[in-house]
């Protein structure tokens, strides 16, 4: 087990990461505002679902196999950029309902959920940072390295939740005052077509 101060100073960090301007905030926070905090809150428990599959990768060495592949790093960041250019189609052509949650109003959780976990699987530099990241707080001479990295995944995840749900609950109060409008509805679509487009460029030029 890690000890209490090491995980409190682990927990704080992930709070900070959270609140850091990056990809999967960013992509909860388009989700948010455009179709409710439902929608936020069930891609925020997609991300976190593809954390826990990061944090098995790094905990039984699967992680560092990846990373030293030049191939699968290209691969994986080419596939999660075709997918953030589908959902940016979809944004943009998404119709619009005055009323209504914009074109989020009929999607099923379990779709919402899958576009979080996707978002996260298939962005390496997630792969790279868990590796590089979570090996740093752990202590050998506590006990087993495996155990003590699944439960810094899961204290990772805690603080995800956290920071990712307060976003989700402040972009979707501000986009609620926006929904009952058509012509503000198709311009968050627009903008949400237009930041997931960027998050698939920035992502298809991403370097290890």
Sequence with gaps: MISVQTLLAFFGVSLLLGLTPGPDNVFVLMQSAAHGRKAGLL???????????????????????????ASAFVVLKFVGAAYL????????WAPVTAGELGG??????????????????????????F????????????GAIALQICELGAVFMLATLITFGAISFFA????????????????MNRVTSVVFAGLALRLAVAQR
Aim: glycine fraction near 8%; aromatic fraction near 6%; charge should be positive.
């Design 43 to 69: 891609v925020v428990l997609g991300l976190c679902a593809g954390l826990v599959v990061h944090t098995a990768a790094v905990a039984l060495g699967l992680a560092a196999v990846f990373a030293a592949s």
């Design 104 to 129: 989020a109003s009929v999607q099923r959780s379990g779709q919402l959920l899958r576009r979080g976990m996707i978002m996260n699987l298939t962005n390496p530099k997630v792969v790279l940072f």
């Design 131 to 142: 590796l590089a990241f979570l090996p740093q707080f752990v202590e050998p001479q506590r």
């Design 172 to 187: 979707a109060s501000m986009g609620q005052r926006l929904r009952g409008s058509t012509r503000a509805q198709r311009l």
């Design 85 to 92: 250019a589908r959902l940016a189609w979809l944004a943009w």
